[in-house]
């Protein structure tokens, strides 16, 4: 083989690899792009590329309406349990308990309250979020809640039937968690809620509640409904459930973790995003 080709066979194997290679790069930039900016990648336009790791299906649960006792908080906290709690922003111990779960590794999540359907014979709290606001107002309120609760991944809706059903004021709290960089969660308050669709435009990291586990406080009625969470997370691979800040949710937690952490992956929700 003369000099001239074994230089152009040389030259072609090193661009070739030099292709190969720059492509996988591309490949892994572009998925983690979509990861990261969430919703292309969640709503299953690159689903062919997303691989399955984990052996069990992934199952994260929140405990709504935190923040009231910061004794019955520490009991939570002692379940051994990946659990993800929401705290409502100007309930007296909110940033105590924020601050103790940080530091114990624990998740937490505003508790934002939004405007009901039934307001105002319907109280959502203090420095609620509401459609008689003005922009200005919403965004001061808005700052407010935000900044209120420390170390928040993310924000769900506590009431807001109303307020999640308006694209105008969803578009402004997207707008804020987006430049927070803080997903959300949409509690299905009302099964007319455009919080999907926003969140995609915005690109907020977004999932929703896929039932409440204990509207009954009954014990048999939350294994009933915890059943059938984790039925919907093999079938999907991933779901998201809503308990309460209550004695009864914390009694029926503690039975009953065992035999849930043997059939799903308890996780944070952030860990499903």
Same mark, same amino acid.
């Given at each position: 083989?003369?000099?001239?080709?074994?230089?152009?066979?040389?030259?072609?194997?090193?661009?070739?690899?030099?292709?190969?290679?720059?492509?996988?790069?591309?490949?892994?930039?572009?998925?983690?792009?979509?990861?990261?900016?969430?919703?292309?990648?969640?709503?299953?336009?690159?689903?062919?590329?997303?691989?399955?790791?984990?052996?069990?299906?992934?199952?994260?649960?929140?405990?709504?309406?935190?923040?009231?006792?910061?004794?019955?908080?520490?009991?939570?906290?002692?379940?051994?349990?990946?659990?993800?709690?929401?705290?409502?922003?100007?309930?007296?111990?909110?940033?105590?308990?924020?601050?103790?779960?940080?530091?114990?590794?624990?998740?937490?999540?505003?508790?934002?309250?939004?405007?009901?359907?039934?307001?105002?014979?319907?109280?959502?709290?203090?420095?609620?979020?509401?459609?008689?606001?003005?922009?200005?107002?919403?965004?001061?309120?808005?700052?407010?809640?935000?900044?209120?609760?420390?170390?928040?991944?993310?924000?769900?809706?506590?009431?807001?039937?109303?307020?999640?059903?308006?694209?105008?004021?969803?578009?402004?709290? #997207?707008?804020?968690?987006? &430049? /927070?960089? %803080?997903?959300? =969660?949409? !509690?299905?308050?009302?099964?007319?809620? $455009?919080?999907?669709?926003?969140?995609?435009?915005?690109?907020?990291?977004?999932?929703?509640?896929?039932?409440?586990?204990?509207?009954?406080?009954?014990?048999?009625?939350?294994?009933?409904?915890?059943?059938?969470?984790?039925?919907?997370?093999?079938?999907?691979?991933?779901?998201?459930?809503?308990?309460?800040?209550?004695?009864? #949710?914390?009694?029926?937690? &503690? /039975?009953? %973790?065992?035999? =849930?952490? !043997?059939?799903?992956?308890?996780?944070? $929700?952030?860990?499903?995003?």
């Amino acid at each position: 083989m003369s000099n001239n080709k074994k230089f152009f066979f040389l030259f072609c194997v090193i661009l070739s690899f030099l292709i190969i290679k720059t492509g996988y790069s591309e490949h892994k930039t572009e998925e983690n792009i979509l990861k990261q900016n969430g919703f292309l990648y969640h709503f299953g336009l690159n689903k062919t590329k997303k691989k399955r790791d984990f052996k069990k299906p992934r199952l994260a649960i929140i405990i709504d309406d935190t923040g009231y006792s910061f004794k019955e908080a520490k009991r939570f906290f002692e379940l051994d349990a990946d659990i993800t709690y929401a705290i409502l922003p100007f309930a007296p111990y909110a940033k105590k308990i924020a601050e103790y779960a940080h530091n114990k590794g624990i998740e937490v999540m505003l508790h934002l309250p939004m405007e009901p359907n039934e307001y105002p014979d319907k109280n959502p709290g203090k420095d609620a979020l509401l459609s008689s606001m003005t922009a200005e107002e919403f965004q001061k309120v808005l700052n407010k809640n935000i900044h209120a609760v420390p170390y928040i991944k993310g924000v769900n809706n506590h009431m807001g039937s109303k307020l999640t059903t308006m694209p105008y004021y969803m578009d402004r709290l #997207f707008l804020l968690l987006q &430049k /927070k960089k %803080l997903y959300f =969660i949409d !509690s299905r308050t009302s099964e007319k809620s $455009v919080a999907r669709q926003e969140a995609f435009f915005f690109k907020i990291p977004f999932e929703e509640n896929d039932m409440f586990i204990d509207n009954v406080r009954s014990y048999n009625a939350m294994k009933k409904q915890i059943t059938r969470l984790i039925k919907k997370a093999k079938k999907e691979g991933k779901a998201i459930g809503i308990g309460h800040f209550n004695y009864d #949710f914390y009694e029926f937690l &503690k /039975k009953e %973790l065992p035999q =849930i952490k !043997s059939e799903v992956r308890l996780v944070f $929700v952030s860990e499903l995003l």
